[in-house]
């Protein structure tokens, strides 16, 4: 009898909570965590990062965050001083940033070039993107408030877009020089038929200056340091929306250690009919795989 119960007694020790044998979630290795992490994306590193005190620590190690940055994040941090502490108002060298910390500065905007007319910014676990304002482009007679004027908008990034009101050609030309990782990107033209006001706080769009744009198609042209090509031509035939026009794709390579040099052009050349109500905001540079291959995407 006595012995059934000192062995019953062993039996609920070796079996309760504090058994020597009770294991949980936070008793396995860190770095075994991290591995797994590494196959996560982003946001659900972060969620998995709540679990416990171990998970979290897995969770902020440069292992798992560094397979998130872009291959080529250190020359990106280095031209770009996205090492910089931005909250300290120190002259001396800032402590070195995490890898998550360079993670979560480059998915931020970051405005770049001499009138930081253009931006980039890191989608998370997707890709580079870049957009470049009009003004960062050669338009022909955008001087001439005859032809153009400048008109602010919340709804550009850049706080301005070009209103055509009315000309005979229409020449936009720009170039762009970046160090895109590597991988498919496509190029388009941010387009809006007719100009747009508020109204009692409803959005309003003004078509009755719009015309001539589907006598002839608009051509958009693209081409590379690489030698990469594309000719594209649309009639512009939807007003009162913003359209992302389709211009062409092209290929950074994995070996490339030179920035990309892109050409872009939109033109209406044909001299026979004059044409107004346009809007040009910018040009965006997106990673192929970011939504369906559409020749117009709307927004």
Known sequence: MGSGISGLADHEKLTSNNGPFETDLGDLPESCIALVLTHLDPTEICKVGRVNRTFRQASLTDLVWEL???ENYQILVKKYHLDKNLWSNSSEESRRLTKKELY???CRPHHFGSSNNKVFWMEKDRGMCVCVSWKEMKI???EDRRYWSHISSDESRFSTIAFLKQIWWVEVEGDLE?????GNY???FRLQLGKTSRRLGRRICTVDQVYGWNIKPVQFQLSTSNGEEATTKYYLNEPGKWIHYHVGDFVVDKY???PTKLKFSMTQIDCTHTKGGLCLDSLLILPTEIGPKKSRLTS
């Open 256 to 258: 490339s250690s030179m």
């Open 68 to 70: 998130k940055l872009p």
């Open 104 to 106: 979560a500065r480059l």
């Open 140 to 142: 022909t007679g955008i």
């Open 178 to 182: 970046f160090e895109f990782p590597a």
């Open 186 to 188: 496509s190029l388009f």
